[in-house]
């Protein structure tokens, strides 16, 4: 794992991947966010549920500044690059949420990053979504 340097914060867009799943309602189809974009070894596994991804063409995914890796590339299409992402457990569908965005206090500022705090405690608090549809791949 890895991010960009010179610049470290970036605007990028985000795309919503998934928007039927509830962690995603009321989100617009992508958004522009200033953050520290993590690039990963590998996109989450099968068992991961994929909501959204990053859009490599608009911020660069480089670091020339530190570490021997300066190509932070994870694909041509958000897809390729996930950035949130959920998981559902065992038979009682336990649910985490997981998202690489929120560096910056300023983050929380913003009205998609309220809506997607809140839809994702509420999911997997299970106050959203009673009958798991969302643990669907």
Known sequence: MSHPMAPQFQEARVAVLNPSHPVMAGLPSDFMALDEWYTFEAAP???FIVLA??????????NKVYGDR????MGPTPADHPIIWARCFGDSQARSV????????????TEEALLLLKNMLNWAAK????????CAK
């Open 70 to 73: 300066s190509d932070l590339w």
């Open 98 to 109: 997981f998202t690489a965005m929120g560096h910056r206090y300023e983050t929380y500022e």
């Open 45 to 47: 596994g099968d068992d």
């Open 53 to 62: 991804g990053l859009d490599e063409s608009t911020y660069s995914p480089e």
């Open 127 to 134: 106050k959203s979504d009673p009958q798991s549809s969302g």
